[in-house]
């Protein structure tokens, strides 16, 4: 067992869709796409994210880009034009994912 | 220029973009068409309000500048544009262009406005005639909502822009058309694509407008997966696909302009907003992205197909603004030593000096900047390791039913500048005061109650 970092295999694009914020995953090569599969849960994201979200999160796979796409709901404080955060739109919910360290 | 393939740009991701690109490439005749994206979902709201202060207004304003500098380059080479800069109001949006072209010179240019997405006279029409539209996520009626409409306005597909343009449109200013169904439109117009014929082709038009609609963003901007960047961010090339009859294309940039097209830019583009990469819902048609091909296939260039298509969604989506109420802003910053807890001290005081004078706030958030300001509720602060911080930034915001009460409460705190903590800054006007707290409801209403129309004048 040892623990990478997503930022060391991975990009990552976040974006809103009223309080739904999706945060697309791409792997580095199509090894480290393997290991996403494996380890990148849903749940695992959304625990990263504490009360961040507050609803669902559902992950599609994407094989032939190689990426995850997770689309979280009730993320962003009701949406951009009414959130109280400074990140209103979520564009950053990319960067903290990035931080995520999954145990392989 | 054949009927073998046609270039789209990308001009703009925004309102407010810069048209330096798309100025750029008006120039070197990279295009055949240029495509602007002006209506994220907030900015419908900020139109509304223009409109109800000046009844000629409405539209986005940076196409009055874009009129003066990229539209009479682009014109002289031949390029059209199209955009849904129209917003509110695109017939005023026209004269608005026809005026501006004509007083250069300019004159006998076709604009086209497309109008028809407007619903907010229609709501209680709708209402009435059995429709009583439900909340896309949460199902709930429309008339349990306590606040005011601000807009409505319906997602509409290509079908407008084919027209405009069969009838020689140079440029279209269109009103709610979906994001992506201008560029739709374009290749239909161009291919001579049937709306109602082959999915797989109409599906890869949407994915290749979706590519365009964020300009920079597909070409270097914003890209995690470039950094660090090897290359400008000045003067970014806005993407350009070339695309071919069966839906396929290749994306390039300028030489001339700095940015990078690659595997990775157009990867991150792709999934931006996107929910299920197999049911992308859009007016025209139902797109699936997960066999997708992207290749680089040379210095900034990138191959582009696979999208296959699906039937499109029985109804369009409507999406309904909603006046919340008002929100306000202001920023502190502590210094060392004590940064942190000089901050929570700080906080402490605002909020007693709001109760104490009864200011009517419905609610209250503040973030720490240098440790949670941007991820909020994600972040565990430890304040093991706060204590030695160089500085710390305070910032708050209040939501508040009445505009005034914004500019009040900033003003009852002013005095903590001498009574606060020692070894802090702030200036009245780093917050803003009482802005528009807006909500959106999305919701579908029938196909058949929407009709577009165009109509054309000559600058």
Redesign the interface.
Known sequence: MSNIKLLDIA???S??????C?I?V?ANSPEDYTTLVEHLTADKVKA?????ILGEVIR?E????E?L?F?C?QALD?????S????TLG??F???L?RLELEV | MGKDSIRIAGGQGFYGDSPMAAIAIAREEAADYIVHDALA??TL?ILQKDKMRDPNLGYARDIEFAAKSLYPIALKNGIKIVTNSGGLNPEKAAQKVAEILGAQGVTGVKIAAITGDNFIDRLDEVQQQGNNLAHL?SGEPFSSVEYQPTHANVYTGARSVVEALSQGADIILAGRVADPCLTLGILAHHFGWDLDGDLDKLASGIAVGHLLECGGQASGG????E?PMDYKLSNLGYPIAEVSEDGSAVFTKLKSQGGKMSR?TL????????????NYLTPDVTVD??????EDVGDNQVSFS?VKGKPKPEKLKLTI?LM?GY?SEQFFFMSWPYAYKKALKMVEAVKEIWKGLGIPID?M?H?F?GLN??????I?IDESQVEDMNEVGV?L?I?HKDAKTGKLAMQSIVCLGLNGPPGIISKPGWGKPST?????W?TLVERDLIEEKVEIIKS
């Open positions: 990009s990552a694009r974006g809103d869709k009223n309080d739904i999706n697309g791409m990263h994210f504490g009360d961040l599609y994407w094989a032939s880009i990426a796409n689309v709901h009701g949406g951009g034009s009414r109280m955060r400074m990140d564009k950053n990319s960067s903290h990035l | 979902e907030l709201s996520d914003n890209a995690y997966s950094w990775n990867r991150e583009q792709l999934v931006y907003e996107i929910h299920d990469p197999a992205l997960t066999a997708v091909s992207i696979g603004g919340e929100l609610r958030e973030q900047i300001g941007i991820h909020g509720a994600a565990d910032r915001c939501k528009a707290m807006l909500s959106l999305p």
